[in-house]
């Protein structure tokens, strides 16, 4: 079974073509639990990213993603990622959902996303009425240092 950060990659390279993937359709606008209007105390504050170049795998980079859990916490929240500006909004929606975890946490942690990229993401939290969207965050991905080899030496 695949975890939710390694298909990531795959639906960031159906983004990059302008293809929307199918999790902006069905995960994303659930037919039962519509997304309400962004904000009030039902919504996750305080969105904020740490980005890294990993010293250990040179040319990888993650995201830690931090939030501060809605007032009134939800039944569960969910962390969707886009590169659109209008990704949320448009009437295709094109974005992907990283991770969905419980009501209390806090953060996630993303290992994709291409370098220099531009990324926009929300959490959204569950409630009774439907799914509350904090305010969108943007993400620029790192271009991190990759260690090079030197290229082969001549004979002597």
Do not use: H
């Not at 309400?36 to 040319?59: F, I, K, N």
């Not at 305010?135 to 790192?142: G, H, W």
């Amino acid at each position: 079974m695949r975890r939710p950060s390694q298909c990531l990659g795959v639906v960031a390279a159906l983004l990059l073509w302008g293809a929307a993937g199918p999790a902006g359709e069905a995960a994303g606008q659930q037919p039962d639990r519509p997304t309400l209007q962004p904000g009030g105390p039902r919504a996750a504050t305080d969105l904020r990213v740490e980005a890294r170049c990993s010293a250990a795998r040179p040319g990888t980079r993650s995201a830690s993603l931090a939030w501060r859990v809605a007032a009134t916490p939800g039944q569960a929240q969910r962390v969707d990622v886009t590169m659109f500006r209008d990704g949320f909004r448009s009437e295709k929606p094109r974005f992907e959902t990283l991770a969905q975890v419980s009501g209390t946490q806090d953060s996630a942690q993303w290992d994709k996303g291409e370098p220099g990229i531009n990324y926009y993401w929300r959490v959204l939290t569950l409630t009774a009425q439907g799914w509350v969207p904090s305010q969108t965050s943007r993400y620029e991905a790192p271009i991190c240092p990759v260690d090079s080899t030197p290229g082969p030496r001549k004979p002597e």
